[in-house]
């Protein structure tokens, strides 16, 4: 289904130039707020952090002789406006990089524009996919990976946080924590197969896998 650039959902601005004549807009959207806070920005693992250092604070003080948990809980809670500083500003961060961040999907390539302080736009010609991955994040969520050609090799910097983690050497272009993952899947999925060669869309099981493992895509 082609989405047109007056539609509900369609970020004009998303891309350096307007289509050329015969490309179409097929689909446009912006990473998840929570996806990112949890993906990206780690708030969870933060919070188990900082609960952490909150208990052992607690019992700590409430063991030494005289004490008691009221003590020990007066004690910890020096920690637990860090704590709330800590979580909001991350939160701040996934929101801001998920408001600025929208990835388009066209007939003929893919783009990624983010950046807070000044948006950039990567785009990336079919020609240069060799393979794509789903990454599940529960129900809804998904992470969509793009394997480049071994002589492409954009800044992962750059491209951060919209890129597969832990992957420096060979960076991996990421459409990250978008919503309806799977229905977005398909529709790169289709898009690709139409190019040539058209790589094979893979998938995984959960967010848990460190590495995607080959599994196509099917209704």
């Given at each position: 289904m082609q989405l047109s650039e007056h539609d509900e959902g369609a970020h004009p601005g998303?891309?350096?130039?307007?289509?050329?004549e015969g490309e179409q807009l097929l689909w446009q959207g912006r990473p998840s707020v929570w996806g990112l806070a949890r993906?990206?920005?780690?708030?969870l693992g933060v919070a188990a952090y900082f609960l952490a250092l909150l208990l052992w604070r607690t019992l700590s003080v409430a063991a030494e002789p005289g004490n008691g948990l009221s003590e020990g809980f007066s004690a910890a809670s020096v920690l637990?406006?860090?704590?709330?500083?800590?979580?909001a500003v991350l939160l701040l961060l996934a929101l801001g990089y998920a408001r600025s961040t929208i990835y388009t999907l066209?007939?003929?390539?893919?783009?990624i524009r983010s950046g807070l302080a000044v948006p950039v736009t990567t785009t990336i010609a079919f020609e240069l996919v060799e393979g794509a991955a789903l990454k599940r994040h529960g129900k809804d969520l998904g992470d969509l990976?793009?394997?480049l050609r071994e002589s492409e090799r954009?800044?992962?910097?750059?491209?951060w946080p919209s890129v597969r983690p832990w992957r420096w050497r060979h960076p991996e272009p990421s459409f990250r924590c978008v919503p309806q993952g799977e229905a977005v899947a398909f529709?790169?999925?289709a898009a690709l197969?139409?190019?040539?060669?058209?790589?094979?869309?893979?998938s995984t099981e959960t967010a848990r896998t460190s590495d995607a493992s080959p599994l196509t895509v099917s209704p």
């Amino acid at each position: 289904m082609q989405l047109s650039e007056h539609d509900e959902g369609a970020h004009p601005g998303a891309l350096p130039a307007a289509l050329p004549e015969g490309e179409q807009l097929l689909w446009q959207g912006r990473p998840s707020v929570w996806g990112l806070a949890r993906q990206n920005f780690h708030v969870l693992g933060v919070a188990a952090y900082f609960l952490a250092l909150l208990l052992w604070r607690t019992l700590s003080v409430a063991a030494e002789p005289g004490n008691g948990l009221s003590e020990g809980f007066s004690a910890a809670s020096v920690l637990v406006m860090p704590f709330l500083a800590a979580e909001a500003v991350l939160l701040l961060l996934a929101l801001g990089y998920a408001r600025s961040t929208i990835y388009t999907l066209t007939s003929a390539r893919l783009a990624i524009r983010s950046g807070l302080a000044v948006p950039v736009t990567t785009t990336i010609a079919f020609e240069l996919v060799e393979g794509a991955a789903l990454k599940r994040h529960g129900k809804d969520l998904g992470d969509l990976c793009f394997t480049l050609r071994e002589s492409e090799r954009p800044s992962w910097a750059m491209l951060w946080p919209s890129v597969r983690p832990w992957r420096w050497r060979h960076p991996e272009p990421s459409f990250r924590c978008v919503p309806q993952g799977e229905a977005v899947a398909f529709k790169v999925k289709a898009a690709l197969e139409k190019s040539a060669p058209a790589p094979s869309l893979v998938s995984t099981e959960t967010a848990r896998t460190s590495d995607a493992s080959p599994l196509t895509v099917s209704p």
